[in-house]
């Protein structure tokens, strides 16, 4: 299966906590890196996060402090903490897998919804 699959998503009220799982075999071996994004309704889909093969991560600038990926080799998981939500953040959040030659090939799961209410 290439194809990474979401969960954890829920309802919370402003200033909770959740954390999104992405899984799929060897994604954690991903020499392209693993990359979070998610896409509120009647907007574009943003970039949120990303961690890369040996660790590094990054993050969107409105998010930053708030958010924290991570991955479990033992698992092959990444993992999307997220603190201190705020109402715009809710999205459905979809986790992206690049592989291939140049990381063209990408395969993206189903999502998961986040709501945050205030």
């Known amino acids: 299966q290439v194809q990474p699959v979401e969960s954890g998503g829920g309802s919370v009220q402003a200033g909770g906590s959740l954390r999104l799982s992405c899984a799929a075999p060897?994604?954690?071996?991903?020499?392209?890196g693993s990359w979070w994004y998610r896409q509120a309704a009647g907007k574009q889909r943003e970039w949120v996060s990303?961690?890369?093969?040996?660790?590094?991560?990054a993050y969107a600038g409105s998010v930053k402090g708030r958010f924290t990926i991570s991955k479990d080799k033992a698992k092959d998981m990444i993992y999307l903490q997220m603190n201190n939500l705020k109402p715009e953040d809710t999205a459905t959040y979809s986790c992206?897998?690049?592989?291939?030659?140049?990381?063209?090939?990408?395969?993206w799961g189903q999502g998961t919804q986040v709501t945050v209410s205030s």
């Open positions: 992206q897998r690049r592989t291939g030659y140049l990381c063209a090939e990408n395969y």
């Open positions: 060897g994604i954690t071996s991903d020499t392209c």
């Open positions: 990303s961690i890369s093969l040996d660790g590094n991560t």
